[in-house]
């Protein structure tokens, strides 16, 4: 039934994860937002020490 689907890919072997084209953008894209997000942490964090050092 997978091989069907997948092909060759089915038995991706390493611990790949088999993914269509659009769970492999989701994938891409979640961890982007991930990145982001722990990006937008840091700068909240700075702007809190930063506005404290100015008192």
Known sequence: MEFEEF???S???NGKLK???EQE???EL???LKD???ERDI???AI???SKSGR
């Open 48 to 50: 809190s020490i930063f």
């Open 25 to 27: 953008k989701i994938h």
């Open 36 to 38: 982001a997000e722990l």
């Open 30 to 32: 979640e961890k982007k």
């Open 11 to 13: 038995f991706p072997g």
């Open 43 to 45: 700068l909240k964090k």
């Open 19 to 21: 993914l269509t084209v």
């Open 7 to 9: 092909g060759t890919e």
